[in-house]
C-alpha cells in the first residue's frame, strides 16, 4: 500500500538509569493522499512519530515505510537523499533564510531535489506570487508560513510534515493556513500530515490519531471531514 505505515515503532531514550519511551510500540497506516491529524497533549510522542517519519530521527525497534520504501532500513546516506527528495517540512517558525526574499527561498529548496515544481506556479498556489521579492521580515507571520509551504511543496514531496503549523499565529491566519494545507492535500493528492495539541480541528482530518505517553489511543478516518472555515474554537 503507498501512503504511510508503522509497525510496531518504538523510540526509546536513555537518561541515566531511566529509559523514556517518546513512542511506545505503536503500529497504523495512512492511505497515500490523506489529511491525516496527530493529536495529543505535549509530550505524547507527537514529534517524535514526525520526525520519524521525515528521517531526521530514526526508531530503536519496529518498521517504517513510505510509498513501500522501508526507511528504518536506510543508512545516514540514503536518508539525506530521502529528507532532500521525499519530505517536505513545515515547522512552527518558518525557517526562511532571512536574507533572501521569499521567491529565492524556494527557488534553493528547488535546487537541491530531483523533481522540483516551477517556482512561481507554487508561489502561485500559496497565494504568494505578489509577496515574492520581498524579505521574510517584510513579510507577515501568515506569509512567511506561506512562504515555508511553497519551499516545502516545490520539492514535489511524497509527503508534507507539518509540526503545529499554526503554532505562532493569531486564530484566523492559522485557520487560513490550515485550510491550505487542506486544499493542497486535495489538488496535490500528496499525505499530508499535520501535528497539533489541538483537539477542536479533529473533525478537518481525513484521518485522526491520537496519541498519549507514547501510544496510540485511537485511530479515526473520517469520511466527510469538515472544512476548517466552518468549525470554531
Ligand atoms: N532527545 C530526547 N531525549 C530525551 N527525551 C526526549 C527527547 N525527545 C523527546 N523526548 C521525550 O519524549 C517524549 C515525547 O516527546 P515529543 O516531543 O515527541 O512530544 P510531543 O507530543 O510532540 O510534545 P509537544 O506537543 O510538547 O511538542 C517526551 O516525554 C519528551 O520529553
Redesign the pocket.
Known amino acids: 500500500m503507498s501512503g504511510v505505515r508503522l509497525e510496531h515503532v518504538s523510540?526509546e531514550?536513555i537518561?541515566g538509569k531511566t529509559v523514556?519511551?517518546?513512542?511506545d510500540d505503536i503500529s497504523f497506516a495512512i492511505p497515500e493522499g490523506k489529511y491525516t491529524i496527530i493529536l495529543?497533549?505535549?509530550?505524547?510522542?507527537?514529534?517524535?512519530?514526525?520526525?520519524i517519519l521525515g528521517g531526521m530521527d530514526s526508531p530503536t525497534g519496529g518498521k517504517v515505510f513510505v510509498n513501500e520504501k522501508e526507511i528504518s532500513s536506510f543508512n545516514k546516506r540514503q536518508l539525506t537523499q530521502y529528507r532532500r527528495e521525499s519530505i517536505g517540512f513545515v515547522f512552527q517558525f518558518y525557517n526562511l533564510m532571512p536574507n533572501l526574499t521569499v521567491e529565492e527561498n524556494v527557488e534553493l529548496a528547488s535546487q537541491i531535489c530531483k523533481n522540483p515544481l516551477d517556482t512561481r506556479q507554487v508561489l502561485r498556489m500559496v497565494g504568494l506570487d505578489d509577496r515574492r521579492r520581498n524579505f521574510p521580515a517584510q513579510c507577515s507571520g501568515g506569509e512567511q508560513q506561506r512562504g515555508a509551504i511553497a519551499r516545502a511543496l516545490a520539492k514535489n514531496p511524497d509527503v508534507l510534515l507539518c509540526?503545529?503549523p499554526t503554532g505562532a499565529l493569531d486564530y484566523v491566519t492559522g485557520k487560513a493556513i490550515l485550510a491550505l494545507l487542506y486544499d493542497l492535500c486535495r489538488q496535490s493528492k500528496k499525505t499530508v500530515v499535520v501535528?497539533t495539541?489541538n483537539g477542536a480541528l479533529a473533525p478537518t482530518g481525513d484521518v485522526v490519531i491520537r496519541?498519549k505517553s507514547?501510544k496510540i489511543e485511537s485511530f479515526t478516518e473520517n469520511p466527510n471531514p469538515t472544512p476548517v472555515q466552518e468549525l470554531e474554537w
Open positions: 523510540r531514550y537518561m523514556i519511551k517518546a513512542v495529543g497533549a505535549s509530550g505524547a510522542g507527537k514529534s517524535t512519530v514526525l520526525n509540526d503545529e501535528v495539541h496519541m507514547g
